[in-house]
């Protein structure tokens, strides 16, 4: 996932009228801990993620489970409570790619916005 992926990422996120504006926040938190040059490998935690948007753990469940449902991201890993472990998520550029396609045109498309 090189970075013109990853902008189309966020703008699919962003642009999203399928996300509720917590949702948005929790995934774009979740961006933060992927790795940055293939966007794998984010592995905050539910709680920590709760904690970073100031909501509940219920809320960031949901939120992680509509970015699956609309292909924006992968658990890769499950969680595993016993020994300490975080499910582990990564991004989906190709589902990015599709998202911003059906939602017509992205930030930074308008002469006003860059």
């Not at 890993?77 to 998520?89: D, E, I, P, T």
């Not at 989906?92 to 308008?110: E, F, R």
Request: glycine share 10%; with cysteine; charged share 15%.
């Amino acid at each position: 996932m090189g970075p013109d992926q990853r902008r189309q990422w966020v703008r699919s996120v962003l642009g999203s009228h399928a996300l509720t504006a917590a949702q948005k926040v929790v995934l774009m938190a979740l961006e933060t801990y992927a790795n940055y040059h293939d966007g794998t490998n984010a592995r905050p935690g539910e709680t920590n993620l709760a904690h970073d948007c100031n909501l509940q753990v219920r809320a960031v469940r949901c939120a992680l489970g509509a970015g699956q449902e609309l292909g924006l991201i992968e658990r890769t890993h499950a969680s595993n409570s016993r020994a300490g472990l975080a499910a582990v998520y990564r991004l989906l550029p190709q589902a990015a790619d599709n998202t911003v396609h059906t939602l017509g045109t992205t930030p930074g498309d308008s002469a006003t916005t860059g």
